[in-house]
């Protein structure tokens, strides 16, 4: 399984990205996908996740309301929009594959036995 990252950047506290994560090497219906962020100096923090056969999804507190999770089967993508984005948003987000097939949503790092290179988030004040 290969996962590619993209879409971060610059933007001003209130703006939006759209993080693309693009997959490869085997069938995902059975997968999670998911997306972590990490600071310098900090423990990898889970942001959302997705099951990719029946689109449910869970996220993390913080960004409930501002972030939508979603996949395109066929593109073998997954995304993650995030809105009102705020200066606490700041990381370098990286995405993730629990190939396990179980039904849960995980949210620990240790759950996903795929990642992707990750993609700078910087949000100014």
């Known amino acids: 399984v290969q996962l590619q990252a993209s879409g971060g950047g610059l933007v001003q506290a209130g703006g939006s990205l759209r993080l693309s994560c693009a997959a490869s090497g085997r069938t995902f219906s059975n997968y999670v996908m998911g997306w972590f962020r990490q600071v310098p100096g900090k423990e990898r923090e889970f942001v959302a996740c997705i099951n990719w056969s029946v689109g449910s999804t869970y996220y993390v507190d913080s960004v409930k309301g501002r972030f939508t999770i979603s996949r395109d089967n066929a593109k073998n993508a997954v995304y993650l929009q995030m809105n009102r984005l705020k200066p606490e948003d700041t990381a370098v987000y990286y995405c993730?594959?629990?190939?396990?097939?179980?039904?849960?949503?995980?949210?620990?790092?240790?759950?996903?036995?795929?990642w992707g290179q990750g993609t700078q988030v910087t949000v100014s004040s």
């Open positions: 993730a594959a629990d190939t396990s097939g179980r039904l849960d949503l995980p949210i620990r790092s240790i759950r996903y036995d795929y």
